[in-house]
């Protein structure tokens, strides 16, 4: 049995109405978060009203030499190896310093936010004053060549991967808001237009906003009040998990939230009687809506064929054209969503409770590799490049061999033991457009994270040069592999800022390995660098062929 065409169109008629409300309610809602709470000018406005810069520089104050007592008593090593750091930190933390340090992080947090950089904002250990005379002082508490740590750095430092996730979840919030105003917007403007072809006559088309108007007056409404009931009830009691992780008193958290949540609700809660005021109007002027909103007889066997198939034709139109721009977001969501790993950013966040990384009640400690990849002329991250590391753990003598691949911040991340490593690149997924650089021996000694950072240099299209490897394996007089020992090869090409010779350590089966331009060189030990009990040996010619690996072997006697 056929449906008949007047149902079918006052079925769309009302769906288009009801989803064009939901539509107006998502757009106002996305535009007033990006206006409001997710604008830098906001929160700047509530980190003066609360006072957070004093109760900053009060809790670093007062926590800073608890700390560095705490890490005197428990870690004297790494105490020792870092206190140049601590002291520059300790001295730093001036309320002046801390003051500038909020303001620059809060500019550079949205900026990594909204999508203008891909790095967390750095934090200033110096600053500089202008005296009576117009000379530029340094700040003698900053230790000189130190000006800056990059933020991400601390946090990974101190073991607090989660922070630098949570700040990446909230980055792709930003990301969803903007889109989602952006579909809205354009799903709305389509609504529309299939209302107008829908209707025959302006008053059914003031009824079709009438009916928007009132899904949408609803949805604010609800949200407002639910916004104020969450403030006022629910908030309270629920903050404590919130301010424990926060090192600020738990009123001014309190305090700083209702504050963020206070704009909403006077907009959502504005928007409803606003609605409701000039649905109230459209009563006035096109009758009871609840009547039907579509008269019955709006087509029937009278209405002209051609009007029919004109109808019929624009809509399937306007369906192909939403069909093909849908189409094309979904791409470059998809391929936004891809590019900046937000698929790793959910997992992690999802798994935060659920996921827990099991440490033996040995002692045992967990080491952390990052490695950073940049171009090395403009010090933009490198994402998608596969490095892997291999090696044996000091510790149980397992061999590790993973390989992973770099993030949307040129940032790649492995969790070996205690160590000696080899970090190579793969040659088939290697960014052509630079020059792949020589494997490297990493030698894992603290605990925590190892921060590595390896500076990519792009090809030289003008005047491209094959280039092949050399491998050098050193054993010593019982023809057993020495590893950890330095070898060095003269440079085809010194320049300006680059050293005379490149060089590469030997891994765990004494092989070191060096990727050069085709020609002929010389490998060497540095007197200095060479172990006491070897004897320094003569350097050897060696050469290198285009695309081809060569092998060479040196035996080191002892004195």
């Given at each position: 049995m056929s449906v008949p065409a007047a149902k079918i169109r006052k079925t769309a008629y009302i769906s288009s109405a009801i989803l064009a409300g939901i539509l107006v309610f998502l757009f106002q809602t996305c535009?007033?978060?990006?206006?409001?709470?997710?604008?830098?000018?906001?929160?700047?406005?509530?980190?003066?009203k609360h006072s957070i810069y004093s109760h900053v520089s009060d809790v670093i104050s007062s926590s800073m030499d608890s700390y560095l007592n705490s890490l005197?008593?428990?870690?004297?090593?790494?105490?020792?190896?870092?206190?140049?750091?601590?002291?520059?930190?300790?001295?730093?933390?001036?309320?002046?310093?801390?003051?500038?340090?909020?303001?620059?992080?809060?500019?550079?947090?949205?900026?990594?936010f909204t999508g203008k950089t891909s790095f967390l904002p750095d934090l200033y250990l110096n600053s500089q004053k202008v005296s009576s005379n117009g000379y530029i002082q340094k700040d003698p508490s900053a230790i000189a060549g130190i000006g800056k740590i990059n933020l991400n750095a601390v946090l990974l430092y101190i073991n607090r991967n989660d922070i630098v996730n949570y700040l990446a979840f909230i980055r792709f919030v930003y990301y969803a808001v903007k889109q989602v105003e952006n579909l809205s917007l354009m799903f709305?403007?389509?609504?529309?237009?299939?209302?107008?072809?829908?209707?025959?006559?302006?008053?059914?088309?003031?009824?079709?906003?009438?009916?928007?108007?009132?899904?949408?007056?609803?949805?604010?409404?609800?949200s407002g009040i639910s916004l104020f009931i969450f403030k006022n009830l629910i908030l309270p009691s629920g903050i404590s998990p919130i301010a424990m992780s926060l090192p600020l008193p738990r009123d001014v958290i309190l305090s700083y939230i209702r504050d963020c949540l206070t704009p909403a609700i006077i907009?959502?809660?504005?928007?409803?009687?606003?609605?409701?005021?000039?649905?109230?109007?459209?009563?006035?002027?096109?009758?009871?809506?609840?009547?039907?909103a579509v008269p019955e007889n709006i087509e029937n066997k009278y209405t002209p064929s051609s009007n029919r198939?004109?109808?019929?034709?624009?809509?399937?139109?306007?369906?192909?054209l939403m069909a093909s721009i849908t189409f094309f977001k979904v791409h470059t969501i998809t391929r936004d969503f891809e590019s900046n790993d937000f698929s790793s950013v959910i997992y992690k966040i999802r798994n935060v409770s659920t996921s827990t990384k099991v440490i033996a009640a040995s002692g045992d400690t967990i080491?952390?590799?990052?490695?950073?990849?940049?171009?090395?002329?403009?010090?933009?991250?490198?994402?998608?490049?596969?490095?892997?590391?291999?090696?044996?753990?000091?510790?149980?003598?397992?061999?590790?061999?993973?390989?992973?691949?770099?993030?949307?911040?040129?940032?790649?991340?492995?969790?070996?033991?205690k160590g000696s490593y080899y970090l190579s690149f793969l040659t088939e997924d290697f960014p052509s457009q630079f020059v792949m650089p020589s494997p490297v021996f990493i030698e894992l000694k603290t605990a925590g994270t190892t921060i590595m950072?390896?500076?990519?240099?792009?090809?030289?299209?003008?005047?491209?040069?094959?280039?092949?490897?050399?491998?050098?394996?050193?054993?010593?007089?019982?023809?057993?592999?020495i590893s950890g020992i330095e070898l060095s090869i003269n440079n085809p090409a010194p320049s300006l800022g680059h050293p005379d010779a490149v060089h590469a350590y030997t891994d765990s089966s004494g092989i070191a390995v060096f990727k050069i331009s085709e020609g002929s060189y010389r490998a060497f030990f540095e007197e200095a660098k060479l172990p006491s009990k070897y004897a320094l040996p003569a350097q050897i010619d060696v050469s290198v062929k285009a695309d081809e690996t060569t092998r060479y072997e040196i035996r080191l006697s002892n004195k």
């Open positions: 535009l007033s978060l990006s206006a409001v709470q997710l604008s830098n000018s906001f929160h700047k406005e509530l980190f003066e005197k008593k428990s870690s004297p090593e790494e105490y020792s190896q870092h206190s140049e750091i601590f002291d520059m930190l300790n001295k730093s933390t001036t309320p002046d310093m801390i003051s500038k340090n909020l303001d620059s992080i809060s500019n550079g947090l949205f900026d990594y709305l403007i389509f609504a529309v237009i299939i209302a107008v072809v829908l209707c025959k006559k302006a008053l059914e088309l003031l009824k079709w906003f009438g009916i928007a108007l009132t899904v949408y007056g609803i949805l604010s409404l609800l907009i959502m809660s504005g928007a409803a009687v606003i609605c409701f005021v000039i649905w109230a109007a459209l009563r006035k002027i096109t009758g009871n809506f609840s009547r039907p198939i004109l109808k019929v034709t624009v809509f399937s139109l306007i369906c192909v080491y952390m590799l990052q490695i950073n990849l940049v171009d090395q002329n403009d010090n933009k991250p490198v994402p998608n490049t596969k490095i892997n590391i291999s090696g044996k753990s000091s510790v149980n003598n397992q061999t590790y061999n993973e390989t992973g691949k770099t993030d949307f911040s040129g940032i790649a991340k492995f969790y070996p033991d950072t390896v500076n990519l240099k792009p090809n030289e299209i003008d005047n491209p040069l094959s280039s092949g490897i050399i491998e050098v394996e050193v054993l010593d007089s019982r023809n057993k592999p």
